[in-house]
């Protein structure tokens, strides 16, 4: 084989336009094993993906304690409040959904009792509706009886305006009926292509009505059960230390036969991502630890010898730069970045096309992200059919200074541009992290080079991703100009991640800043490509509208893409989690275990 076409074939690898096991098969097709093929793939810059692993344990229990550890501490244990990954993750734990996403983005039931397709009359031909049947004989913790009723209000609950519920856009389009004690109908007003979204992935976990029924709506937050969860999953609750600990027991009436494996679980939050990489792969206090957004140098010294290893799956996760479409430092009804303000410098679009030249994306994944990150002007980065061509991303101080010079910002007597009176100061934030934070100072050391004065700040991330409606630094708040982050692509379909930037979803203090649209970004092109999409039953032509949508926040620059980034954990080396790039990291956890050593 000609060694242009391998380097080729890697690269789409790397670009999602070939998945791993197509790749593999080419490669045995020219007289390669499968091992030499994957081992090309790493050498080429391919992270090692976390293939399936088949439950092995034969009995339930058994398994000893699970130790994990999560540098983010959740917060409270409600999944319809969970703004960030780490609420969704303990909310996890014990609450579960009618079905997740696997390691190859398929779906497995997990309350349902079988995945809805046509050929089971589960999904209607029209597209307008689709049946799920329950597993029978589940039971909540409390032995309460698991129904079709729970799962109804499940949709009350979360499509009240009132509870405020940050998992609203997964059921607002639909209506939910009960055919019988374990069937439930979910009908969409128009053609939904995606009909896997309500009661699927972290916002599809179900909460007992006979516990929430009492508060719903404008009582939503007082419900004890936010902090004591009662759920169907494989551990129950025993404590709750918020921000600090998780502890749950095996749940001896599990559903699922030879399930869980462990007989006690730990949650541990806090700290940071560098002690939790080092607490897993070099002392084995752990057994794993989530998000090791951990510069590459940096794991690669504790693999060393070490008793745990990193663990990668290939998703769509993009760490980004929001910028903002309000002003964040003038108060309207007692409300900053309010949207009946506009940003006085962001507002200009040749101030937001200099940013985006001013984000050095080839020293930053060199720097810090290695073998976790891939450059990209996307902020759609997959499945390959919704991945934009049409955007490319370029480094240049010198064009990001002439945009400037061209729209009137002229450098002052300190340095700093100016226009009418306002300096070009910017405060930068993100959430506590190394890679977050050095991304900061290459992103700012670049604008000081075309004249743009930027102040960081770094906010504790059990803050900077709480859903404390009175904390004002908040991600969702979003009082600065600019703030970088990750949204987690949860799903292997861009309907919920392309969705939150829709006007209907702006984040505002009527809301409890619990709107998606933390940017406060409206554009009436970017509405009618989404309303459009998530009715498009061709498969062409609605990742078209995904690629038009992706294509519109790089025009506007409401999205600075920074990093395609692979999903990392770290795990024990005897440790057997399953981890899809398609999913939260504990979506699957009834199907962890442990191999047995020695």
Known sequence: MLDTELRTMIDDVKDGRMDRRAFIQRMIGFGLTAPMATQILAVGGVAMAEGPSPYKPAKRGGGGPLKLLWWQGPTLLNPHFATGTKDQDASRIFYEPLASWDVDGNLNPILAAEIPSIQNGGLAADAKSVTWKLKPGVKWHDGKPFTADDVVFNWEYATDPATAAVSIGTYGDATVEKIDDLTVRVLFKVPTPFWANAFVGAYGCLIPKHLFADYKGGKSRESPNNLKPVGTGPYKFVEFKPGDLIRGEINSDYHIPNRPHFDTIELKGGGDAVSAARAIIQTGEYDYAWNMQVEDEVLLRLEKGGKGKTIYAVGGDIEFIAVNSTDPNTEVDGERSSMKTK????????????LA?????NAIQKVIYGRAGRTTANYLNGPAPFVSKNTAWEFSVEKASKLLDDAGWKPGADGVREKD???LKLLYQTSINGPRQKTQAIVKQACQKAGIDVELKSVVASVFFSSDVANPDTYAHFYADLEMFQIPMTQPDPVLLMRRYHSRYVATKENK?????????????????IDAAETEVDPVKRAELYVKCNDLMWQHGVMIPVMHRIKVGASANALRPVMSGWANDLDNLQDWYREATG
């Open 343 to 354: 940003h006085p410098l962001l507002s200009d679009p040749a101030v937001r096309k200099a």
């Open 357 to 361: 030249l001013l984000v050095d994306r």
């Open 421 to 423: 009176g306002k300096k």
């Open 513 to 529: 800043w619990q709107g998606s649209n933390f940017p406060r970004w409206v554009n009436k092109d970017y509405d009618a490509a």
